[in-house]
């Protein structure tokens, strides 16, 4: 980074889950934030934000406010960044976009630093960042792939209410306080009642009887490992926990991999933390992921049930990692690479 | 089964979870009990429970409890079966065990009726329930593997606290309690707190980085299935539902099956219902088993990353079907059988 330089940023969405995450880890990181302009939905208008101490005040997107802003972050979903992003492009920002609109436009990159930094030299203004669930999965791929070709990977999550945004946090805790009150359950952001209960399905429902969470995951991972030959299936489901996302992951590889060797060549790849002793209990906990910047990897082991097989479980803060870590590291290497 | 003829039963460990489950569909299913004698450790020594409206006493094991008894129910974990089971089978009782002390034990069939009843011909006195999540899975592996050949499963479960038994039970509602009055979490049953956390644990964990319960699957589903060839590799996790074992199961055949034909079969086969509409969000959810009789399965489709690949998932409740159902049914066919 250019010691000494500032940049204008913009952020929209502010108010969201991942827009206030945003904020707090452009402080932590110490990114060079000159001016910043907050934006969000009529009904967070007039609301003001803390930066490094300064208070920041909320405002309506509009035509214009991009001007003189060189990186936005968008993260209020796919409908506003359809609609503004490609206007912030014209207005001369780079926008990394955090929502579903951009993920699999062929002129748009999809990132994660650790893993296809180089994906980043073609962009054309908008650069995306994956869903959480494809993050932290490629993060541990990406090792293994390069050391033993993955020919085939069968996922299933366990994902946070925290995924739906903060609305889908307040269900699960009202719902719950209702139980335990004796009172009706209401729902509302989920299709059915989530506390303690298991419900198959993250994203809307797609023809093909994938859920468009199920459909991301495989074509994002392919897109991000550069390999259409990679075979991926997954199931999702959203469980009744509040943060973090956890996900067992069985892998086919072409050359064989020892257990060992999986934790070795894991625990030398950056973003990674390996947590696995299971006769000690130790392993990724979505509990232990909050607050965050790894993603976990543990319950690694062989699968005799194919010939070159491995199992793990992976878990992953998906706010941070699975959201805005991700999207501030992209603008870290923006900046590293000075595009 | 006989008209007029009733049967003395006993049942070992009859104030657990899954005992008092027993008694109560014993009286639902209205088999044909003549005395019964219920016991339990010493903690419940002299605590009464009713059946079909009568008062009955728990007492404690000790040897000649078993004599003119005609069937035992043991329900009280392994070693009290492995201690008594035998002891029970001298005395001239048959034993219907739903602990771990001898579902692998090559001289004691594992059996779950709508699967291999035939195994019971073989029976030598005692009669092994597999644990619950192989239950839920070999109903649904069993009409597909007759019409296609199933090669390999790989399995990921979603399991529900009581699991582990009443106290399972217990602990997650404690600790969200604690958590909701701002109190420290008390970890007891859980090597980790469960409110909220997701553990990709069930099980004791053993020597070759598996646990139990992922071991436990694989041998059981190949020993009921009576195939040695069908590969089978297992991830179980804990989530905090209180009821109700969910599985994501992907299944790859020999010969291929379309979604279409897997509804087909599975609508056809005894003891599973169908809930497979995506589009209208209808799926299999851990909190709708809660005092069903079924496997419910949904989220059928084809996997395009292997030649002949479905994924579906299915939950079951893991207290009935799982446990006490399965052992009741494996009596009633027992007493079908004449055996």
Known sequence: MRQGRTYSIALVGATGIIGREILSILEEREFPVGRLKLFASEKSEGEVLEFHSAEVPVSRLKQGVFKEVDLTFFSAGPTSSQEFAPEAVREG??????????????????????????????????????????????LILKPLHDAARIKRIVVSTYQAVSDTG?????????????????????????????????????????????????????????????????ALTATTATIPVFYGDSESVNIETERKLSAHEVRLLLAQAPGIAVVDHLARVQYPQSLHTVGTDKVFVGRIREDHSVEHGV?????????????????????????????
Not at 108 to 131: K, M, T, W
Not at 317 to 335: H, M
């Open 311 to 339: 199992n793990l479980w992976i878990a992953a803060d998906n706010l941070r990692k699975g959201g805005a870590l991700n999207a501030v590291q992209i603008a870290e290497a923006l900046l590293l690479e000075k595009l």
């Open 93 to 138: 920002a780079i926008v990394i976009d955090t929502s579903n609109a951009f993920r699999m436009d062929p002129f748009v990159p999809l990132v994660v630093p650790e893993v296809n930094r180089q994906a980043l030299l073609d962009h054309r203004g908008i650069i995306a960042s994956p869903r959480s669930s494809t993050i932290q999965l490629v």
């Open 166 to 230: 903060r609305r889908g946090v307040e269900e699960l805790d009202q719902q719950i306080r209702d139980l335990f009150n004796f009172h009706d359950v209401t729902i509302d952001v989920f299709p059915h009642q989530i506390a303690f209960n298991c419900l198959p399905q993250c994203g809307v429902p797609l023809e093909n009887d994938y859920t468009e969470e199920e459909v991301g995951i495989a074509n994002e991972t392919k897109k991000i490992m550069g390999d259409d030959r990679m």
